[in-house]
């Protein structure tokens, strides 16, 4: 059939513009892509995507590990290292290998810094299943031959850049023919730190305590609720507020420094500015219980213990470990380590809680009082009676004189920065 000249035409132009939009878009699909995987942790997490094999359990790779360093400093520096270690294995697509953590501070208790595996602190099994394909952790007994390390040496100092830092990790991921990466250099805590905040808060979640860090926790609770209806005296449930009060006096010399080395005023707090602004929340019911979450050991001489109890507005009512008649047995039974945790517990448990935004304890806390609020749909406690898993800063002024400010993490920040070392910039919205 012989068709008009020019209708013949039209069917080649049709093709040639539909050939040109193929191609058209082609390009756009391979710059977008270019662009997604041009920044360095998209580099990282596919090129160790393309290493993986069949031995893996949802994602995460089970033939390749990663060893680091043993664990030190405080209890929630621990955290935010260990979480740092399997943020680093993730990016390497390998399991980490469970590490050891420190049973004291160091730099207190030089004698009693024993390893302590970590599950003798969480649940292994719990976490693994928690984080189930987003980050793995497993025993040394999984490792098949020994002999197979490469080591890798962790840079320090001033030339050692989170860039230069980025630079070895890609590198690292390329080294597929060794079984085991060894990390060689200091703990994970003081690692460069290259993970969003919801990053760490996902391995923070699937880091649950054991049993028995966790019914002991169960009988301080119920200690201050106890405390909380004789107060009352039979008029029904009291509320606690959980007071982290950081003014021991190793604490006092560092928030000075710090206050001088970043030139700010709103670091350390007085035990009377804390009890002032503890005292003036607003919508607090009398009476109510204070537990106060201080390490009493460290407090200066001269202060007994019994003095952290007074001065308090009437109908807040304060305990300590002591007055609670907790601190030898439940506490003193247990090393630095564990009875951090299990005021962790404590302060995490209350329907109140107060503490210092340059303190990691009370950050890595608010951090999770935070994510529970959101799962039940609350991104913000500015508004009065938002005080579900309420927190507050009392080193930080609020809306108004004497106040301190309501405190969420903002789970947006791209990096762990102001939580593991602290800021005076926070709010009370998490977005």
């Given at each position: ?89 993730r ?84 080294r ?12 994970p ?12 808060a ?5 880091m ?24 009352a ?53 009398t009476?109510?219980?204070?537990y ?9 001489e ?14 807040l009512?304060p ?21 951090s ?11 109140v ?32 009676g938002?005080?579900v ?22 789970m ?20």
């Open positions: 059939m012989n068709y008009p000249l020019s209708y013949k035409n039209l069917r080649l132009v049709s093709k040639s513009i539909a050939f040109k939009c193929l191609v058209l878009v082609g390009i756009a699909l391979f710059y977008k892509a270019l662009f997604l995987s041009s920044s360095p942790r998209n580099v990282l997490l596919t090129r160790a995507r393309h290493t993986s094999d069949s031995s893996s359990t949802d994602g995460v790779r089970t033939d390749k590990f990663l060893e680091v360093p043993q664990i030190v400093w405080g209890l929630n520096n621990q955290k935010i290292a260990f979480a740092r270690a399997c943020l680093t294995a990016t390497m697509n390998r399991t980490l290998l469970m590490p050891s953590l420190s049973a004291s501070l160091f730099y207190k208790e030089v004698d009693k810094l024993l390893p302590i595996p970590f599950d003798k602190v969480f649940q292994f099994e719990r976490f693994n299943s928690l984080c189930s394909g987003f980050v793995r952790l497993a025993r040394f007994s999984d490792v098949r031959n020994r002999t197979q390390v490469f080591e890798l040496e962790k840079g320090s100092g001033r030339r050692w850049t989170v860039e230069r830092d980025l630079e070895q990790l890609k590198q690292s991921v390329s597929d023919e060794f079984e085991v990466i060894r990390v060689k250099g200091k703990n805590f003081l690692w460069h730190d290259h993970w969003a905040v919801k990053d760490y996902k391995v923070f979640e699937c649950v305590v054991v049993d028995e860090i966790s019914r002991e926790a169960d009988k301080v609770v119920m200690k201050i609720r106890e405390a909380g209806e004789n107060a005296r039979g008029q029904g449930p009291v509320p606690f507020v959980a007071v982290h009060m950081r003014i021991e006096i190793d604490w006092m010399i560092h928030c000075k420094k710090l206050e001088q080395r970043q030139k700010v005023s709103e670091i350390c707090s007085s035990k009377r500015e804390i009890m002032e602004r503890v005292g003036n929340i607003s919508g607090l019911k009476p109510t219980v204070l106060l979450a201080v390490a009493d050991s460290l407090l200066e001269k202060e007994e213990e019994s003095s952290v109890l007074k001065g308090w507005r009437e109908g009512i305990f300590e470990k002591k007055k609670l008649g907790v601190k030898e047995e439940v506490y003193g039974k247990y090393s630095y380590l564990i009875q945790a299990i005021d962790y517990e404590v302060c995490l448990r209350a329907d809680f107060v503490g210092n935004s340059f303190s990691t304890f009370s950050s890595l806390i608010v951090l999770e009082r935070t994510q529970k609020a959101r799962r039940l749909g609350f991104v913000s406690s500015c508004e009065d938002g005080n898993w309420s927190s507050y800063a009392y080193n930080l002024a609020g809306e108004s004189e004497g106040v301190p400010r309501r405190w969420m993490t903002n947006t920040h791209s990096s762990l920065q102001a939580i593991s070392y602290g800021s005076n910039s926070v709010s009370c919205s998490s977005e």
